[in-house]
T-cell receptor
């Protein structure tokens, strides 16, 4: 069974540009969540999608957005990039049981974004 | 405020030794607690997940404990190996009418040396 696939794995952008990251969840998983990981802050929750609907959103500015497609694949977009957006962006998929998330999170390898 | 605090921030041990990592949380209402292992440059991988009623759960040389009364969890690693060098992240889940949220600790970085 294939794991969570994230693309691209590495990318370099300059300030002011925008970036789109992609995540393909494990087959059958309909819940996809995104996280930003930096050395100082650790893992921080960005947003979670289930059946193409955003269920939860973390405390990030509106420059961070996401969406989920009917095949459960998800994308996140960061516009007007800032130096502080340099981070590892992780996607995770899970089996969500209604409102009670007892499912295990399966993470991808991440997309490492460097903003110059 | 919902928080997860992990200690120590970093730890260095000799191969073959045991170690214990701590996780204290102030999360309510509590749903479950998970420990993840993250190798450098990789995504986190789940080690254990415990609900309110579970006190201990093992996964090979990893044993997690949970004390829901004191809101503390520990991860004990037995007979450490070089491959145990990684970051260990404690994650607490809460579920309320608004949905489910995950509160992450900042992790403990473990280095196992020969």
């Amino acid at each position: 069974k294939a794991g969570v696939t994230q693309t691209p794995r590495y990318l370099i952008k300059t300030r002011g540009q925008q970036v789109t990251l992609s995540c393909s969840p494990i087959s059958g998983h309909r819940s996809v969540s995104w996280y930003q990981q930096t050395p100082g802050q650790g893992l921080q929750f960005l947003f979670e999608y289930f059946s193409e609907t955003q269920r939860n959103k973390g405390n990030f500015p509106g420059r961070f957005s996401g969406r989920q497609f009917s095949n459960s694949r998800s994308e996140m977009n960061v516009s007007t990039l800032e130096l502080g957006d340099s981070a590892l962006y992780l996607c995770a998929s899970s089996l969500l049981q209604e409102r009670r998330n007892t499912g295990e999170l399966f993470f991808g390898e991440g997309s490492r974004l460097t903003v110059l | 405020k919902n928080q997860v605090e992990q200690s120590p921030q970093s730890l260095i041990i000799l191969e073959g030794k045991n170690c214990t990592l701590q996780c204290n949380y102030t999360v309510s209402p509590f749903s479950n607690l998970r420990w993840y292992k993250q190798d450098t440059g990789r995504g986190p991988v789940s080690l254990t997940i415990m609900t309110f009623s579970e006190n201990t759960k093992s996964n090979g040389r990893y044993t997690a404990t949970l004390d829901a009364d004191t809101k503390q969890s520990s991860l004990h690693i037995t007979a450490s190996q070089l491959s145990d060098s990684a970051s260990y992240i404690c994650v607490v889940s809460l579920t309320n009418q608004a949905g489910t949220a995950l509160i992450f600790g900042k992790g403990t970085t473990l280095s196992v040396s020969s």
